[in-house]
């Protein structure tokens, strides 16, 4: 029974790291392509 509630509060608190993991990789991939861009000449 314990193993069960405390997947649940895993699963709860995963889905808001999950999204916080996506914002922070989406934001370091643009910086890159941005970087990118800007060092080509």
């Known amino acids: 029974m314990n193993?069960?509630?405390?997947q649940e509060k895993n699963?709860?608190?995963g889905i808001?790291?999950?999204l916080?993991?996506?914002k922070s990789r989406l934001?370091?991939?643009r910086?890159?392509?941005?970087l990118l861009?800007?060092?080509?000449d």
């Open 16 to 18: 808001g790291r999950m």
């Open 37 to 40: 861009l800007c060092h080509r």
């Open 11 to 13: 699963n709860r608190g």
């Open 31 to 34: 910086r890159c392509v941005a």
């Open 27 to 29: 934001y370091i991939i």
């Open 20 to 22: 916080k993991e996506q």
């Open 3 to 6: 193993k069960t509630t405390s």
